[in-house]
């Protein structure tokens, strides 16, 4: 099968945005590739952190993937950090990698606009992405929209390398972007990305009467001042949101009941209530299962982190051998 390799950070517990915007893309993706997924707990210390929250945030986030349905018999899960050949590669790829390149990425140039001291790790935070994704010369990667351009950069590294050291032939592959269905979640305001820092989110193991109290007030379409008013289901997040986790002809009812004010937003809310608890409720009783019995996460990382490894060192040792190092 072909190899897709994916990782997200260590936010701790997993939000909606995160689960359909990747975890619930990972769970149909094991069935047919070769799948290696990864908390990248790396990437996430290009900001301040605190190392007790960064330990309790890998945990909570490798438990909840397990809990949502990626499945150690079909898939890697490992942390990043546990297999060195990530950083040993980064630091390769530093070499043949211009800074042109780094500071017209995006992710760089907004993030680095909203900090007054730049550290390095955010600009060559990329390059290390490169090296999660060849150091496994994996075919494919599952991202959304706003990753296709960091992709673009490990195409970059990819040409450069191989031209240097590929001894005519390309020892690295070319990764292809594997795009979510689901590309980007709005949160609650319907404004901006779902996210836990502007608590416009909602929790993927948040009791049904949680979810209920963020759903109640979340914003629809702003046409929609009155119970009579007709919307336009399109512009209105809970709308989208329905294409996420309510079936066809539910989505169908919701677009039409919108358009003629057949519903009020409360009515739309509390059927996609209805189809989010429908959907998280297995996964919060495998999140406490997983609660019960830690040792289910440990061995998980354990075996994907060994796996991982081998494929590693196999890919370090040749990528030494051509460049000299051995």
Known sequence: MPRILSGIQPSGELHLGNYLGAIKNWVELQERYESLFFVADYHAITQPYEPELLRKRRREMAASILAAGVDPAKASLFLQSDVPEHTELAWIF????????????????????????????????????????????????????????????????????????????????????????????????????????????????????????????????????????????????????????????????????????GWGCIDCKKVLHKSIDTELTPIRRRAAEIAAKPQIVDDALAAGAARCRTIASKTMSEVKERMGFA
């Open 94 to 261: 530093n070499s043949v990698t211009p800074l042109g390149e780094l500071e017209r990425q995006t992710h760089f140039k907004d993030k680095a606009q909203r900090q007054g001291s730049v550290m390095t790790g955010l600009l060559t935070y990329p390059v290390l992405q490169a090296a999660d994704i060849l150091l496994y010369r994996a075919d494919l990667v599952p991202v959304g929209e706003d990753q296709v351009q960091h992709l673009e950069l490990t195409r970059v590294i990819t040409r450069r390398w191989n031209a240097q050291y590929g001894r005519g032939e390309d020892y690295f592959p070319e990764p292809q972007p594997l795009l979510t269905p689901a590309r980007r979640i709005m949160g609650l305001d319907g404004q901006t990305k779902m996210s836990k820092s502007l608590n416009n989110y909602i929790g993927l193991l948040e009791t049904s009467a949680e979810i209920w109290a963020k759903l109640r007030p979340a914003a629809t379409d702003p046409a929609r001042q009155r119970r009579t008013d007709p919307g336009t289901p399109e512009v209105c997040n809970i709308y989208h949101l329905h294409r996420a986790f309510s079936d066809a002809a539910t989505v169908e009812e919701v677009a039409v009941n919108c358009r003629t004010a």
